[in-house]
């Protein structure tokens, strides 16, 4: 997705990733600076650093590249579902349980589990249609975590 920008006299001197986040309310600005490293972002066609300090008359070209699909393969498995709606799952992770797949764990992951049971209900992160779980829990701790879905 491209979208096109133009700075207006008074929005001057603020830096672009914030310029960016306030016209882009569901794109955090963590991905915006990564969308300018990936330089993503150009102003008057040239790509920018994201400390660079828009100016009156500045064309920015913001290319939001589409969603990818990850390869996590979904699993069907006994979750410990403490609640359960359209928005939201609360789930009791047991200790020994890994969150995400990552090296040494692709398979037997809560987010492999959460993918069976919930489908294409899932919510996604910065342009990866995966499950966006943010946790501090490690695979040696249990406790409650709760999942947005769509």
């Given at each position: 997705?491209?979208?096109?920008y133009?700075?207006?006299?008074?929005?001057?001197?603020?830096?672009?990733d914030?310029?960016?986040?306030?016209?882009?309310?569901?794109?955090?600005r963590?991905?915006?600076?990564?969308?300018?490293?990936?330089?993503?972002?150009?102003?008057?066609?040239?790509?920018?650093?994201?400390n660079?300090?828009?100016?009156?008359?500045?064309?920015i070209?913001?290319?939001?590249?589409?969603?990818?699909?990850?390869?996590?393969?979904?699993?069907?498995?006994d979750?410990?579902?403490?609640?359960?709606?359209?928005?939201?799952?609360?789930i009791?992770?047991?200790?020994?349980?890994?969150?995400?797949?990552?090296?040494?764990?692709?398979?037997?992951?809560?987010?492999?589990?959460?993918?069976?049971?919930?489908?294409?209900?899932?919510?996604?992160?910065?342009?990866?249609?995966?499950?966006?779980?943010?946790?501090?829990?490690?695979?040696?701790?249990?406790?409650?975590?709760?999942v947005?879905?769509?």
């Amino acid at each position: 997705m491209n979208q096109e920008y133009f700075v207006e006299a008074g929005e001057s001197a603020i830096r672009i990733d914030r310029y960016l986040s306030e016209r882009n309310q569901d794109i955090s600005r963590s991905y915006l600076q990564k969308l300018l490293k990936d330089e993503k972002v150009l102003v008057d066609g040239k790509p920018v650093k994201s400390n660079y300090k828009v100016s009156a008359g500045d064309k920015i070209q913001l290319t939001i590249p589409d969603a990818v699909e990850p390869e996590i393969e979904a699993e069907e498995m006994d979750l410990d579902i403490l609640y359960e709606d359209k928005d939201i799952i609360l789930i009791n992770k047991p200790k020994g349980m890994v969150v995400h797949p990552a090296a040494g764990h692709f398979s037997g992951t809560l987010v492999n589990a959460l993918m069976a049971h919930c489908r294409d209900d899932l919510s996604g992160i910065n342009g990866v249609m995966r499950p966006g779980i943010v946790h501090r829990i490690d695979m040696d701790t249990t406790g409650v975590l709760i999942v947005c879905k769509k």
